[in-house]
């Protein structure tokens, strides 16, 4: 029988699913428990946008990738990755990048497929349903508890999916360019954008699923006093 423990080693970031939407009801049983997530003073700052549209999903594609090809680099409510990276964490993010591209044999001057590959964050990895999370602006307007309650939220959304066996992606490409999810959804200009999670079928034939990146170990990142 599986556990809770067995879906949170077991769930990993797929990046390539078939052309299938996660069922409404399904959808709906994913957030009715992502919404028992705790939060300080239960203040529950999550609102999010459900989006299985494939010509809305589309036009937010579009909009992120021509904003990117303008030569604008982010376009964000909130900074996600640091201004300045330093050990260890810059070379996690090295490892993570050079593991995923030498797994699909792409060359570090193929310009042309990293490209493809970046893009295909907005092509939703070929998925037909995107949970799109947003808080209120006054929620983390010089505070940030808000944040913390949010990243709760979407890790119970992930492992609330895979009970189902829905696979997901966290996407923290997307918080780069949060106004123009915003601006393309017409959200009310209270909100701000925070992160989508691709949520699908996964393609079990396609390779790049096979990637997990190497987690630190438990010396590396806990002290027991």
């Known amino acids: 029988m599986s556990t809770i423990i067995d879906a949170i080693v077991n769930r990993s970031s797929?990046?390539?699913?078939?052309?299938?939407?996660?069922?409404?009801e399904i959808q709906e049983k994913i957030l009715k428990a992502a919404a028992m997530t705790p939060s300080g003073a239960n203040m529950q700052p999550w609102i999010t946008y459900a989006i299985s549209d494939n010509k809305v999903l589309k036009k937010i594609g579009d909009a992120i990738i021509e904003k990117m090809n303008s030569g604008v680099e982010n376009d964000q409510f909130?900074?996600?990755y640091p201004l300045n990276?330093?050990?260890?964490?810059?070379?996690?993010?090295?490892?993570?990048?050079v593991?995923?591209?030498?797994?699909?044999?792409?060359?570090?001057?193929?310009?042309?497929?990293r490209t493809k590959m970046w893009h295909d964050n907005?092509?939703?990895f070929g998925a037909q349903s995107v949970f799109f999370v947003f808080t209120d602006k006054s929620m983390i307007d010089g505070a940030q508890g808000a944040l913390i309650d949010c990243g709760a939220y979407m890790q119970t959304i992930m492992l609330a999916a895979s009970e189902f066996g829905i696979e997901s992606c966290p996407q923290g490409s997307t918080t780069e360019f949060g106004k123009v999810v915003a601006d393309v959804l017409e959200v009310p200009q209270n909100l701000a954008f925070l992160y989508s999670i691709?949520?699908?079928y996964e393609d079990k034939d396609a390779k790049i699923n096979t990637y997990k990146p190497r987690r630190a170990e438990l010396d590396d990142n806990v002290i027991f006093i």
């Open 99 to 113: 593991g995923l591209y030498t797994l699909m044999d792409v060359d570090r001057k193929d310009i042309e497929t």
């Open 85 to 97: 990276w330093k050990a260890p964490y810059k070379k996690r993010r090295v490892e993570t990048g």
């Open 14 to 24: 797929k990046r390539a699913f078939l052309p299938k939407p996660v069922p409404r």
């Open 78 to 80: 909130i900074q996600y």
């Open 198 to 200: 691709v949520l699908g």
């Open 122 to 124: 907005f092509r939703w």
